[in-house]
């Protein structure tokens, strides 16, 4: 069985990531199972280049073949933003999920209805020794103001969904038809099928 490394230590990423890859015949690891403790700056100018960095550094490290993402989201109220930046949008320091949130919904207060949006990701899967491959996925819908849902990460509880539900208040198999991640790495395995041999 092949070893794969995420190059991820978002633990909400990794169950998701599993979850989708689980029926290739990958032994999934995360940076904890190898002691590996890599914060790459994502200084890239795109979710793909920021993904490339994150897989090829992981993959190097542990000589693996490794799959880092990258993915944000992109607000038409707010010109694209946070986009890139999703993470570290909020000013506060050691921000919260909690925290990225209400800083978003404080930046769109005023702002005409509705706050189309749209999630983004990009998979790369880095072989040393081989270029690297990349995968991307989008996902349509809008802010809404109020949180609802307990389930995802990140903007997931005030992100909603063309039918009605937010990320959140979707399953993990729900979810993992219709995220923006999940179409990524849905695109990403024919991929690692070719490029890890596997049947």
């Known amino acids: 069985?092949?070893?794969?490394?995420?190059?991820?230590?978002?633990?909400?990423?990794?169950?998701?990531?599993?979850?989708?890859?689980?029926?290739?015949p990958l032994h999934i690891l995360t940076p904890a199972d190898l002691l590996l403790d890599l914060e790459i700056p994502e200084d890239g100018?795109?979710?793909?280049?920021?993904?490339?960095?994150?897989?090829?550094?992981?993959?190097?490290?542990?000589?693996?073949?490794?799959?880092?993402d990258d993915s944000g989201l992109e607000v038409d109220a707010l010109g694209g933003q946070p986009g890139l930046h999703s993470h570290r949008f909020c000013p506060l320091p050691n921000a919260s999920d909690a925290?990225?949130?209400?800083?978003?919904?404080?930046?769109?207060?005023?702002?005409?209805?509705p706050?189309?949006?749209?999630?983004?990701?990009?998979?790369?899967?880095?072989v040393p020794g081989k270029a690297v491959e990349l995968a991307a996925g989008v996902c349509e819908g809008e802010i809404i103001p109020l949180e609802r849902g307990t389930n995802g990460f990140g903007y997931d509880p005030i992100f909603q969904l063309p039918g009605g539900l937010?990320?959140?208040?979707?399953?993990?198999?729900?979810?993992?038809?219709?995220?923006?991640?999940?179409?990524?790495l849905q695109a990403a395995i024919p991929i690692l099928k070719t490029i890890l041999s596997l049947t």
């Open 115 to 126: 706050w189309t949006a749209r999630f983004k990701a990009t998979v790369a899967i880095a």
């Open 1 to 24: 069985m092949q070893n794969l490394l995420l190059a991820t230590n978002n633990n909400g990423k990794v169950e998701e990531i599993k979850a989708l890859l689980q029926a290739l």
């Open 166 to 184: 937010t990320m959140a208040e979707l399953s993990m198999d729900q979810k993992n038809r219709l995220s923006h991640r999940a179409l990524a």
């Open 99 to 113: 925290d990225r949130r209400a800083y978003l919904l404080e930046q769109l207060a005023g702002k005409p209805r």
């Open 45 to 68: 100018r795109t979710y793909a280049e920021n993904a490339s960095l994150k897989a090829v550094a992981f993959a190097r490290a542990a000589n693996l073949p490794a799959l880092g």
